[in-house]
């Protein structure tokens, strides 16, 4: 029998995954282990078998991921730690603010509460449109998905944990089913940062992901019905703008198209799932 794949013409490009076959005991039925070296695993009857097919599975997994989108020119591990580093406190600050805006709201300085009130910035803040909105730029705007994954998680760690400790600490009171909610949603960020990196690409694959995200956003902006239609604040309008930018295509044509059909698949989603965050 042959071993191994090599000098019989195999694409280079297979890598570790290749076919062996071994030297058998035709009369008992068992291998002799006279295989090539390097197989994990022997077959009875000289049968051909992977040796590493998770192996084969990850370069797979890689390419249909890099024909979505490719990652961006790599950055020094300086670079990547000073914008992780940055984007925790933005998250830190933006939770503490948040959170201030929240308790203060009768003691704020002049020109923030007339902000405040004209505006109602504690309440927004207190919504999902606009932290969705963060982290889709953070994921959009990271080197790789890798990197979105573990901003993102950096951001909403930093952000959900200044609020709560300050409820607890400074508020005098710690809201537990609202703060599980969220300690849930920062467990599964890193995977939904993963996804959302990849809307950005130029596939088709890529166009539907940007739809189905920006429908989830016009949920969370929108209230409607059969006979209404209504904002959530003017501010979650600018926020649905804002994604639509961050996300749009080429072409004006496509982007329309794509807004057009996030609409479609919101519609379809509160059929299917009535309750929105936010």
């Not at 076919?19 to 291998?31: A, E, I, N, V």
């Not at 929240?102 to 009130?117: C, H, K, S, W, Y």
């Not at 932290?131 to 952000?159: D, E, K, P, Q, T």
Request: hydrophobic share 50%; aromatic share 14%.
């Amino acid at each position: 029998h042959e071993h191994g794949g090599a000098g019989r013409g195999e694409p280079s490009g297979w890598g570790d995954f290749r076919l062996c076959h071994d030297l058998c005991q035709p009369r008992t039925g068992k291998c002799t282990g006279a295989g090539v070296a390097g197989c994990g695993k022997c077959c009875v009857g000289c049968t051909a078998f992977v040796t590493n097919n998770s192996e084969f599975v990850r370069v797979i997994m890689i390419n249909f991921l890099n024909d979505i989108r490719n990652a961006e020119n790599p950055i020094s591990n300086n670079r990547k730690l000073i914008n992780t580093i940055a984007i925790l406190f933005l998250g830190i600050a933006l939770g503490t603010f948040s959170k201030y805006l929240d308790f203060r709201q009768t003691e704020l300085p002049g020109v923030l509460m007339a902000i405040n009130g004209v505006l109602d910035i504690g309440n927004f803040l207190g919504r999902f449109a606009i932290w969705i909105l963060i982290a889709l730029c953070i994921s959009i705007y990271s080197n790789s998905a890798i990197r979105a994954s573990i901003n993102v998680f950096v951001f909403f760690v930093g952000m959900v944990a200044s609020y709560y400790l300050y409820s607890n600490y400074i508020a005098g009171f710690f809201p537990r089913s609202y703060a599980m909610i969220w300690f849930g949603f920062t467990a599964v960020s890193p995977l939904l940062a993963f996804v959302c990196w990849y809307a950005k690409g130029k596939s088709k694959l890529a166009f539907i992901l940007s739809a189905l995200i920006l429908a989830v956003l016009f949920n969370m902006c929108f209230v409607y019905g059969c006979w209404y239609f209504n904002a959530k604040s003017v501010l979650e309008v600018i926020v649905f703008i804002i994604g639509l930018i961050v996300l749009r295509r080429d072409t004006l044509r496509s982007s329309a198209l794509m807004g057009t059909i996030s609409i479609v698949l919101a519609v379809l989603l509160d059929m299917v799932i009535p309750f929105h965050f936010g």
